[in-house]
């Protein structure tokens, strides 16, 4: 890479949308997906970074959430769930929700899964093996891109 980055537009550009491209060309590839789930969920750190102090960008992070609900959650759980999941109390972790796949209704958040992180992660993103792979993701993602893409949405 040939430039830092250094503010969130660098972050937006040279991060979340290249990952956002090669996702797009390729959206069963669960690689892929992860990738622009976390780039996706960091950047609204990397804006509210840029607020100060703390309490507007904990203000900034609510409103954008409410703003874009409920893809910034699911965008938030796929990249955090994937992060922190417990190994010894789940075999895998993929990226499908619902036994369709698509339905965001019931979307495959375990109960029984004990609270286990520190990191203050709820339930494990759960799912069953699909033929779509993470094609469910591709509206959230779309949309959270989207709005992103409106710079007013930064503010």
């Not at 949309?143 to 992103?148: R, T």
Request: aromatic share 12%; hydrophobic share 40%.
């Amino acid at each position: 890479m040939d430039r830092c980055i250094e503010s969130p537009e660098d972050f937006f550009n040279l991060i979340v949308t290249p990952d956002f491209e090669d996702y797009l060309n390729d959206p069963k590839n669960i690689r892929m997906a992860f990738h622009v789930c976390m780039a996706l969920d960091h950047l609204v750190d990397w804006i509210a970074l840029s607020k100060a102090p703390a309490e507007t960008r904990k203000n900034f992070i609510e409103k954008k959430y409410s703003q874009c609900f409920p893809h910034l959650e699911i965008i938030h759980n796929v990249s955090v769930n994937a992060k922190h999941f417990n190994p010894h109390t789940v075999s895998k972790i993929n990226f499908g929700i619902t036994q369709n796949g698509m339905s965001i209704d019931d979307w495959g958040m375990t109960d029984d899964v004990p609270d286990w992180d520190t990191y203050g992660v709820g339930p494990q993103v759960m799912a069953k093996e699909q033929e779509k792979g993470p094609l469910w993701l591709l509206n959230s993602i779309t949309a959270v891109y989207s709005f992103w893409t409106n710079r007013d949405n930064w503010n």
